[in-house]
């Protein structure tokens, strides 16, 4: 991921371009390993606070609510309502009707 992240650097296309690769290669092989990969590549530039990739990624909130719930064990009732929300976005999304 370190390599991953040095070779993208602040380079958001560079970034989308990964994205691309790694998407082509879940649906092709269905291994979840490659969505680990791009949920850690994302919060791996939110570690480091690289505002430039993570702020204009539309999965960053989901994937820092998910992490938050992991780390806390537990969904506080404060980011239920936020993940509901991105639930509902992608599930309208892919219904067609992009809400």
Do not use: W
């Not at 480091?48 to 993570?54: E, H, L, P, S, V």
Request: with cysteine.
């Amino acid at each position: 991921i370190q390599q991953l992240k040095e070779m993208i650097g602040l380079s958001f296309p560079l970034y989308q371009m990964m994205l691309m690769f790694v998407r082509t290669l879940y649906q092709r092989n269905k291994t979840s390993h490659f969505c680990t990969l791009r949920s850690d590549m994302l919060m791996s530039f939110h570690d480091c606070k690289i505002q430039d990739i993570y702020n204009k990624d539309p999965c960053h909130d989901f994937a820092f609510y998910i992490q938050y719930a992991v780390n806390e064990k537990r969904i506080q009732d404060k980011i239920q309502p936020k993940l509901k929300e991105f639930y509902t976005k992608i599930v309208s999304e892919q219904n067609g009707t992009f809400e």
